[in-house]
């Protein structure tokens, strides 16, 4: 007791600050080839310039999926997603529920979306209401009515700390009023 969440979970934050510098170093450093161009004879010279002028034409975001046209017996080989590719994004997913865990709360709210729904996360929205704030806002409304309420000096009035929770589950009002 008494140690932060950050403590307790160094190593998995450590990971997901590692696997975040090493996807930044691989897009910016990295070739990330969609594909690659053969041809039965080698390229050089005046053919070799023409053909890096003719990709010329495909590259950038404006010309994303359009198809070159390869002449001369050039072929084109898409590259995919290698498995260790695959297993790395699945790694970083696994990082950020990790660290969801270690501060209850949704993957939902670290912007991990991949199994979420409208339903789902309503539903997120009333469980870190419940499970992550209610403690939360528990002592902090015990702690101010120590720190700041005294007993009223009229008799039958009491004061009270409250925190308004409403607001957030306001989405299944309607659907209470039709379930009574």
């Not at 409208?118 to 419940?130: G, I």
Request: aromatic share 8%.
């Amino acid at each position: 007791m008494g140690r932060s969440p950050v403590t307790i979970c160094r190593e998995s934050l450590g990971l997901g600050l590692a696997q975040q510098r090493h996807g930044a170093s691989v897009m910016r450093d990295g070739m990330m080839a969609a594909g690659v161009i053969t041809s039965g004879e080698w390229l050089d010279g005046v053919k070799g310039k023409q053909a890096l002028a003719a990709l010329e034409r495909y590259k950038g975001a404006r010309n994303a999926g359009k198809t070159p046209i390869l002449e001369g017996g050039m072929s084109y080989q898409q590259l995919g997603m290698s498995n260790q590719d695959a297993e790395w994004l699945a790694s970083r997913r696994f990082t950020i529920e990790d660290i969801a865990r270690m501060f209850n709360v949704s993957p939902i709210f670290l912007q991990e979306y991949s199994n979420s729904t409208y339903s789902n996360f309503s539903e997120a929205s009333r469980a870190f209401l419940t499970m992550t704030m209610r403690p939360w806002l528990a002592n902090f409304e015990q702690q101010i009515k120590n720190a700041l309420l005294v007993a009223s000096p009229v008799p039958g009035i009491r004061y009270q700390v409250e925190f308004d929770q409403r607001g957030p589950v306001t989405g299944h009002s309607w659907r209470t009023l039709c379930h009574l």
